[in-house]
């Protein structure tokens, strides 16, 4: 039996953006940038750079010694060369600030913050440099918070984390702002704050887990005038066709 043996480097590059279109994304990243010339820059493709998932690195590897090597190898070898691809970046705890601090993102527009303790949230979008330099420039921003705080600092922090977003971001349109599920005390509460505080009236897009339905009616009383999509979890409803039907005109039940 003859056996024949094809050298990857030897095949073209259309055979070969045809395997790494198969591959997950970061492990072609991983796998290729910094190999050889022409891997390297295959692999730099705005296809595999436009948009870069490092939340998948943590759900996919159960060692953490591994995880944290994985992405210290993004932080300091691979961000650095695709940066200005980056279109939109998908970041969980373990990378979030390193990705943030480390990067030159000039075309970044959609940023994805999945898992952050109330505490890093706050750190990043109430005091961190990041949104100073990218408060212009994100026009989709999506934040998840998982944190075990007590009930009222919830509140609070989460308020005030949703109010400097409003106040900061003056370009974005979609606007992604929850909690995980496993809270049970409602954490956001908007009565009186978007009488002081509303600059991003460009959204079109508001999704929000909110204390009650006053709060939806505080975010509905036409500050933010080009909504068109808005997806609200209430956590607390009294007597609500009746309350609706005395705040909001043109009410069919």
Request: aromatic share 8%; hydrophobic share 40%; net charge positive.
């Amino acid at each position: 039996m003859n056996y024949s043996t094809v050298n990857i480097l030897g095949l073209c590059d259309e055979i070969l953006l045809t395997i790494f279109n198969k591959l997950n994304k970061i492990d072609v990243l991983y796998s290729f940038i910094g190999v050889n010339q022409k891997l390297d820059k295959l692999a730099q493709d705005c296809t595999f750079t436009r948009s870069v998932d490092l939340v998948t690195i943590s759900s996919n590897e159960d060692n953490e010694s591994r995880t944290n090597s994985i992405l210290e190898r993004f932080c300091f070898d691979i961000i650095p060369r695709i940066q200005y691809n980056i279109e939109c970046l998908i970041v969980g705890p373990l990378s979030t600030d390193r990705i943030l601090r480390i990067g030159n993102y000039p075309k970044l527009n959609k940023l994805i913050l999945v898992n952050l303790s109330l505490k890093m949230a706050s750190r990043i979008l109430n005091k961190g440099s990041f949104i100073h330099i990218y408060k212009h420039q994100i026009s989709h921003l999506v934040v998840t918070i998982n944190d075990d705080i007590t009930a009222i600092r919830i509140k609070d922090v989460a308020t005030n984390i949703f109010a400097n977003i409003l106040a900061m971001f003056t370009n974005l349109i979609h606007l992604d702002f929850n909690f995980d599920d496993s809270f049970v005390y409602p954490p956001t509460s908007f009565i009186k704050l978007l009488s002081t505080t509303c600059q991003s009236s460009r959204i079109g897009h508001l999704n929000v887990r909110v204390r009650n339905f006053d709060d939806c009616l505080c975010l509905l009383d036409g500050r933010l005038s080009q909504l068109h999509t808005f997806i609200v979890k209430v956590d607390n409803i009294d007597d609500l066709s009746m309350r609706i039907r005395k705040k909001v005109k043109n009410f069919e039940s």
